[in-house]
């Protein structure tokens, strides 16, 4: 390691001084400073908590408004913020993975061991022709070596989109082509539960389809050893492209606006959006809120149970956790296998003090320790633990509670973090030590947040009332535009009957009247959430459409004990509606194309056949009618506008 740049403890010490929040008296100073002079409060932190290439001297450009940027002039690289400081501290011997596989197998590696695996990855990249502005889409496991395909992309200036590794072929292909990839990088097979899927085999249907010329390499990261088919040419092994190359590669210094990665997100209409974030603003916060919401020490060890093709993997796994440091566990598989224990399984056994996960997770193990004394929490020694989130789906107080009591013995602070793939990190979520954490509600927004409730025209609604959230002003972590679409991305996010200027995030919400906190009540649009998985009804229904029985389908979510949300839909065949068992065995056949289409969580829980939809005499499908009926309600709704009434019991009638 004689390449590593000179020590200078100085620097580092400086650096690591770590902005805690500590007392309510200190969050109200700082929400003060930061109404009092944004610009400023924000570049305090940003020059004391990252390391710049170039200082930066303009902070945020509001001119081309809502194209905002933030610390515009200023140059950094990503990766050099989350690997070289730590080598310049001399933290390289410190862990930063502990990589545990779906069959148990711990791998660990140091700081300075992924520093090298990086650096020669990367060089291996610019090898092969790759280079800053070049897309790069990443289909791969929960694995080291997926962060280090993340992580080299950032190095050399590359935009990384990672696609989640459970999506269909023709899902990777539209991304790949809409984001113009010039390389893939992918793996032989997936490992999770003990079910192995092809991913290699799945990437390359995806690579023969119309669209993809453009990506001249598929590399391969062996996690199996599985048979692959290869294109000579185009295939290469991640090992290959490492093997030889030297230890040492500068990072590339970017600007702070430079796009570090795209990452596709379902909207409520149209195809899935490339949500593009920036280098200097999204890294600050990455950080930032590892201290703010985390309390992220550097001695915790630090567990973010999401998948990296989600934006909590990217914020909270493969970029927040090492900035700040920390030693992290990564996990290969489900929270089921080998049994429902293997959550608190592994928490005992890492030693794990701060957990992050899901309701729908949770929600799912209090059944089954309900069901299994054997696994039951109590049974696993969990006093490492000091901090627990939870992130993607509200929390109902119930489940909170049991968190709170079986999982943190009734003592660790939960943070309920409320964000979007379009906020880059937590935007509302208790601060442990300053603000409280309640059950059902996500408290206050951070500091800098100018979190709102507001009415259809943009004007705030008194607490007590509910509205539509808004964040004022741009933050550094917010999307930059829509890849490709920056009209969608003025016209979904800033929407003119607001007035142009406040961030809608899509979720309707209400502050309590006495403290203020906010509570989210869930999205106001098309928005389906499944297991804290984001999806669009629209791109279900084009899945459904796109059958060849299929004349009309309409997609609606209906709340479910386990995954939050189920996916409903209402179906119309090009033939006579088919009852008993031809409607089983076609629901059956119906979910198996979406899945191939789209992937198996967009998969409808519950299929009804019909003979039509109900619509209005304009012809416009009565959704609010559909979701009514898809929870078993009694129909409150006047139907004497719609065009079929006679639909309603035949929609009945199919459950
Ligand atoms: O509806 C909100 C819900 O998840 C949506 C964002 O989904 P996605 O972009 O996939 O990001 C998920 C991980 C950050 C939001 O619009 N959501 C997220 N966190 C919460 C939440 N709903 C309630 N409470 C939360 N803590």
């Known amino acids: 390691m004689s390449q590593t740049p000179p020590i200078d403890r100085s620097e580092a010490a400086r650096r690591s001084q770590t902005p805690y929040i500590t007392s309510m008296a200190a969050y109200n ?8 002079d944004y610009e400023c409060f924000w570049a305090r932190h ?33 990766s050099y913020n989350c690997l070289d400081r730590h080598m310049e501290s001399g933290n390289g011997d410190k862990a930063a993975i502990i990589f545990e596989a779906d069959d148990g197998a711990v791998t660990r590696i140091t700081y300075g061991q992924l520093f090298l695996r990086v650096c020669r990855f990367a060089n291996g990249l610019k090898a092969l022709g790759l280079g800053k502005g070049d897309r790069v889409v990443i289909y791969m496991p929960m694995s080291i070596e997926a962060v280090v395909a993340m992580q080299a992309c950032a190095r050399i200036g590359a935009t990384h989109s990672v696609v989640f590794a459970g999506f269909s072929a023709k899902s990777l292909h539209e991304r790949l082509a809409d984001v113009g990839a010039v390389a893939l990088i992918t793996a032989d097979e997936q490992v999770r539960g003990g079910k192995v899927l092809p991913l290699k085999s799945i990437a390359d249907e995806a690579l023969a389809m119309d669209g ?33 190359q030297p230890d040492a590669c500068e990072a590339e210094p970017v600007g702070a606006e430079h796009p570090l990665f795209v990452l596709y997100t379902s909207g409520s209409t149209g195809k899935p959006k490339g949500v ?169 927004p951070l500091p800098g947040i100018m979190a709102a409730i507001v009415d259809e025209t943009g004007n705030d609604v008194p607490n007590g009332h509910g ?16 890849w490709g679409d920056p009209e969608r991305f003025a016209k979904s996010y800033f929407p003119e009957e607001l007035g142009g200027r406040l961030y809608l995030a899509g979720d309707g919400a209400i502050r309590d009247k006495d403290t203020g906190h906010f509570t989210i009540t869930g999205r106001i649009d098309d928005v389906l959430n499944v297991s804290g998985h984001r999806m669009g009804t629209m791109e279900i229904e084009s899945a459904l459409g796109s059958h060849p029985l299929v004349a009309e389908a309409a997609v609606v979510g209906r709340p479910d004990d386990t995954t939050g949300e189920a996916i409903c839909a209402f179906v ?83 459950t």
Not at 48 to 71: I, N, S
């Open 212 to 244: 993809c010329e453009a990506v001249k390499y598929s590399i391969v990261y062996r996690r199996t050893g599985g048979q692959v088919k290869w294109a000579e040419g185009r295939d290469r092994w991640m090992d290959d492209v490492a093997a030889g």
């Open 467 to 482: 509205g539509l959230l808004v964040i004022k002003r741009p933050w550094p972590s917010m999307i930059r535009t829509v």
């Open 572 to 654: 119309v065949l090009k033939r006579p509606r088919p009852i008993g068992d031809e409607a089983a065995r076609l629901a059956g056949e119906l979910r198996a194309w979406v899945g191939r289409e789209i992937g198996p969580i967009a998969k409808p829980k519950e299929i009804r056949f019909a003979d039509n939809l109900p619509k209005t005499r304009s012809g416009k499908i009565m959704r609010r009618l559909l979701r009514s009926m898809s929870k078993g309600e009694e129909i409150a709704q006047d139907i004497s506008t719609l065009e079929n009434p006679s639909i309603i019991e035949q929609l009945r009638e199919s």
């Open 29 to 36: 100073a700082m929400c003060d400073e930061a109404a009092r």
């Open 276 to 444: 593009q974030h920036s280098t200097g603003g999204y890294l600050l916060w990455a950080l930032m809120t590892m201290r703010w919401t985390f309390t992220a020490r550097s001695d915790d060890t630090f567990w973010c149970t999401a998948d990296i093709g989600w934006v909590t993997g990217h914020t909270y796994i493969a970029y927040g956790p090492l900035a700040a440091g920390v030693t992290q566990v990564m996990f290969e598989g489900v929270p089921t296998f080998p049994n429902a224990g293997r959550f608190w399984e592994m928490i005992q056994r890492h030693k794990v003090s701060i957990f992050y996960t899901a309701p729908t997770a949770i929600r799912s193990l209090i059944k089954a320790a309900d069901a299994d004394e054997e696994i039951h929490p109590k049974r696993y020694d969990l006093s490492s633990l000091r901090i627990l989130g939870t992130v993607g789906e509200p929390i109902s107080p119930d489940v909170w509670m049991w968190y709170f009591k079986n999982i943190g013995n009734g003592h660790c602070p939960i943070v309920d973090t409320f964000w979007q793939t379009e906020t880059g990190g937590h935007v509302i979520a208790p601060m442990p030590g300053a603000t409280p954490s309640v059950p059902g509600s996500c408290t206050l």
């Open 46 to 78: 940003a020059r004391r908590l990252l390391h710049w290439h170039r200082p930066f001297t303009k902070v945020l450009d509001e001119t081309r408004a809502p194209f905002y940027t933030w610390f515009e002039d200023g140059q950094l690289n990503a």
